[in-house]
């Protein structure tokens, strides 16, 4: 295997291939050499698992992943990489590329036909651009796979990772402790990847839980007290649910004090039980929908 991690190997690569980068697509390779490996390592990339990668790039990390999974599938948006891939992947056996948009893939399905009876896992450097709808879409879809790695931009994962009741945590942040556990594993430096991005990354896992943090009466209500709670971070609950909801602050204050929660708190405050406890008073006073 070429070594994808040197830069002038990798251009030699990418002028015989004739690629150029795509900004639309956010295409930023990684050439570090110890990123990759500390990614498929931590990204339970071992005997008897299957991975499903994200956006191959060259193929950099996919080589990690190889090297340690019994199968990789990658989802590869870029049709143009996949010559690139041809040539850099050819000495392994256990990989495929689907050349298709990671939004517009069954991943349920694609789980079942590609990996049947194997622990499942996500490894993935992620374009910034898309970051949060990717992983939305993955814990939206209760996959079967036990962890979700992937590079994201620093900031991102700052938020991604934030805990209920602190500064940082903000709508995307309570969405994913509902699904899921995560933890920042590692910093990356924007010297990492080619081309040289204007921010620095961080490596995150989300470990999936095996059921929702806090149980609710409709998902869908819950759902929506976050994403209206957070709509406008700086004012009151009392402010932020009359809004979003269309109801009057009688209604509104009724509503908080049948949840049990302070009209008065910002939605920074709240703790995953109080946007649960808001969400099933919510349901019971006023869903009126089957």
Same mark, same amino acid.
């Given at each position: ?104 893939? !069954? ?33 939206? !879809? ?64 989300? !470990? ?78 006023? !869903?009126?929908?089957?």
């Amino acid at each position: 295997m070429e070594n994808l991690s040197n830069i002038g190997v990798v251009k030699d690569i990418l002028a015989r291939h004739g690629f150029s980068f795509s900004k639309g697509l956010g295409q930023n390779f990684l050439i570090n050499p110890t990123v990759c490996p500390k990614m498929a390592e931590q990204g339970n990339a071992q005997p008897g698992w299957g991975i499903i990668e994200i956006g191959a790039g060259f193929g950099v990390l996919t080589a990690q992943l190889a090297q340690r999974a019994d199968k990789v599938v990658c989802i590869e948006i870029d049709q143009r990489l996949l010559p690139i891939l041809a040539e850099t992947l050819e000495e392994f056996n256990n990989i495929k590329i689907i050349n298709q948009d990671v939004l517009k893939v !069954d991943l349920n399905s694609l789980i079942a036909q590609e990996f049947p009876h194997m622990p499942v896992a996500i490894c993935a450097n992620l374009p910034y651009y898309i970051t949060s709808p990717i992983i939305m879409k993955i814990l939206e !879809d209760r996959l079967p796979i036990t962890s979700l790695t992937v590079m994201v931009q620093k900031e991102a994962a700052q938020r991604i990772c934030a805990q209920p009741g602190t500064r940082e945590v903000g709508a995307v942040s309570i969405a994913v402790q509902y699904y899921a556990q995560p933890q920042i594993l590692f910093p990356v430096s924007r010297g990492s990847f080619m081309p040289s991005p204007d921010v620095d990354s961080a490596v995150i896992r989300l !470990d999936i839980r095996p059921q929702p943090l806090v149980q609710v009466a409709k998902e869908e209500d819950f759902f929506r007290v976050v994403k209206g709670a957070f709509s406008q971070r700086r004012k009151t609950l009392s402010n932020t649910l009359s809004s979003s909801f269309g109801l009057s602050k009688a209604q509104t204050a009724r509503w908080l004090e049948e949840a049990g929660v302070s009209a008065s708190l910002r939605a920074e405050q709240l703790s995953m039980e109080q946007f649960a406890q808001i969400a099933n008073a919510y349901t019971a006073l006023y !869903d009126t929908k089957e």
